[in-house]
């Protein structure tokens, strides 16, 4: 035989009496492997898993709960449970590190060893502090039995609005009556507080009245609301002429929404209507557009009057302008009782304005209608 033919011979025998010893060796005694990943590894922050055994066994009855609906500033708060059907004891850790955002933290109840056959709580905390559509937050719980390491606890639901309102925060009156009261009709209701109360209403305006009751059980069920008001506003026959808007505030015993502000906007024509290409009817407003500041600019509404037998007459206009002018001419054109005026609106030549972006400039009218005893003009231009 040659002798590099011995010694390879001679070096596999060694290598396979190794592996003999090797395997024995690790079949005499067990041990428990925990697998890693990478290299560089941080220290597992788990409470020690035994090597030899016994070893604990945890048991949850669910990790997901969802709360349904909540609403922002709302703090919620559940207890899942965990078991240890091993025959070791379970030593658990719960690390605010290991939660999802502030918002959740897992707290373990009655200390942080369970016996075996006993069981604890987990108890998870959060805060609705975004509005958001949907919530998912979890805190982890980290244990010592090495088939389940790392057990994760999940909060679900979706977010609402504290409250909603029905139309929407602006109620749209429409046309107001010059002799009969105007009623609008609306809801205020929760999808996620229990139960609300409403003590009472705040108004500046003595021709508004506000009253509220408790919502039915089918309207609840129709909105899906847990809680809520009808709500029911009147508005006094005959308001101001023009525009209307007005608002009201609800008094609540909710702990951050301890208002709810809803406005009133409609239109009262009253006796006395204003036509014209630069007439804007849902405000009031007399649109000049563009012109040059040097040169001012007159603008003619055709103005109708009812009811009414006498001349009308422009007693005063307020606050007084040396820049903007009105004149109230009659026409000799009578529908039935209807008569027809003109209101010349002008700027006269000076200074650049600029209204465009900015709050209209507003006039009152003083009349000598008996129905309409002011009128509510507001102007918007651009003089460069």
Same mark, same amino acid.
């Given at each position: 035989?040659?002798?590099?033919?011995?010694? =390879?011979?001679?070096?596999?025998?060694?290598?396979?009496?190794?592996?003999?010893?090797?395997?024995?060796?690790?079949?005499?005694?067990?041990?428990?492997?925990?697998? +890693?990943?990478?290299?560089?590894?941080?220290?597992?922050?788990?409470?020690?898993?035994?090597?030899?055994?016994?070893?604990?066994?945890?048991?949850?009855?669910?990790?997901?709960?969802?709360?349904?609906?909540?609403?922002?500033?709302?703090?919620?708060?559940?207890?899942?449970?965990?078991?240890?059907?091993?025959?070791?004891?379970?030593?658990?850790?719960?690390?605010?590190?290991?939660?999802?955002?502030?918002?959740?933290?897992?707290?373990?109840?009655?200390?942080?060893?369970?016996?075996?056959?006993?069981?604890?709580?987990?108890?998870?905390?959060?805060?609705?502090?975004?509005?958001?559509?949907?919530?998912?937050?979890?805190?982890?719980?980290?244990?010592?039995?090495?088939?389940?390491?790392?057990?994760?606890?999940?909060?679900?639901?979706?977010?609402? +609005?504290?409250?909603?309102?029905?139309?929407?925060?602006?109620?749209?009156?429409?046309?107001?009556?010059?002799?009969?009261?105007?009623?609008?009709?609306?809801?205020?209701?929760?999808?996620?507080?229990?139960?609300?109360?409403?003590?009472?209403?705040?108004?500046?305006?003595?021709?508004?009245?506000?009253?509220?009751?408790?919502?039915?059980?089918?309207?609840?069920?129709?909105?899906?609301?847990?809680?809520?008001?009808?709500?029911?506003? =009147?508005?006094?026959?005959?308001?101001?002429?023009?525009?209307?808007?007005?608002?009201?505030?609800?008094?609540?015993?909710?702990?951050?929404?301890?208002?709810?502000?809803?406005?009133?906007?409609?239109?009262?024509?009253?006796?006395?209507?204003?036509?014209?290409?630069?007439?804007?009817?849902?405000?009031?407003?007399?649109?000049?557009?563009?012109?040059?500041?040097?040169?001012?600019?007159?603008?003619?509404?055709?103005?109708?009057?009812?009811?009414?037998? +006498?001349?009308?007459?422009?007693?005063?206009?307020?606050?007084?302008?040396?820049?903007?002018?009105?004149?109230?001419?009659?026409?000799?054109?009578?529908?039935?009782?209807?008569?027809?005026?003109?209101?010349?609106?002008?700027?006269?030549?000076?200074?650049?304005?600029?209204?465009?972006?900015?709050?209209?400039?507003?006039?009152?009218?003083?009349?000598?209608?008996?129905?309409?005893?002011?009128?509510?003009?507001?102007?918007?231009?651009?003089?460069?």
């Amino acid at each position: 035989m040659k002798t590099s033919g011995i010694v =390879v011979t001679v070096f596999l025998g060694i290598l396979a009496l190794g592996l003999t010893v090797w395997i024995g060796k690790y079949q005499a005694k067990s041990e428990v492997l925990i697998p +890693q990943t990478g290299t560089n590894l941080p220290p597992d922050p788990g409470p020690e898993v035994s090597k030899t055994g016994p070893h604990p066994k945890a048991v949850t009855e669910g990790t997901e709960h969802n709360f349904g609906i909540m609403a922002l500033g709302q703090k919620g708060e559940y207890r899942f449970t965990i078991k240890n059907e091993g025959q070791a004891d379970l030593k658990m850790m719960a690390r605010k590190e290991d939660a999802t955002c502030q918002c959740t933290l897992g707290e373990l109840e009655d200390g942080d060893t369970i016996p075996p056959g006993e069981s604890r709580n987990v108890t998870l905390k959060w805060e609705i502090k975004v509005m958001v559509e949907t919530f998912r937050h979890s805190a982890k719980v980290r244990t010592n039995d090495p088939e389940n390491r790392l057990i994760d606890f999940v909060v679900t639901g979706r977010v609402d +609005q504290r409250f909603s309102l029905t139309p929407g925060m602006m109620w749209e009156v429409g046309d107001l009556s010059q002799t009969e009261p105007t009623t609008v009709k609306g809801m205020v209701f929760s999808r996620a507080i229990d139960k609300f109360e409403i003590s009472s209403v705040k108004t500046s305006n003595p021709n508004l009245t506000v009253t509220y009751l408790p919502m039915s059980a089918e309207l609840l069920a129709e909105k899906g609301a847990k809680s809520g008001y009808e709500v029911q506003a =009147v508005i006094a026959a005959a308001p101001p002429i023009g525009p209307y808007a007005e608002s009201f505030a609800l008094v609540t015993d909710d702990e951050i929404s301890k208002q709810i502000e809803i406005r009133l906007q409609g239109h009262h024509a009253g006796p006395i209507e204003f036509l014209g290409p630069a007439y804007r009817k849902e405000s009031s407003l007399v649109a000049f557009g563009e012109f040059k500041a040097s040169d001012g600019k007159e603008v003619t509404l055709s103005l109708f009057v009812r009811n009414f037998d +006498q001349d009308l007459e422009l007693l005063a206009v307020e606050p007084p302008s040396e820049r903007v002018k009105f004149e109230l001419l009659k026409d000799s054109k009578v529908i039935g009782k209807t008569r027809r005026y003109q209101l010349k609106v002008k700027v006269l030549p000076g200074p650049p304005i600029d209204l465009v972006a900015g709050p209209p400039l507003k006039f009152e009218l003083k009349l000598n209608h008996p129905e309409a005893a002011s009128v509510v003009l507001s102007i918007r231009m651009l003089a460069i």
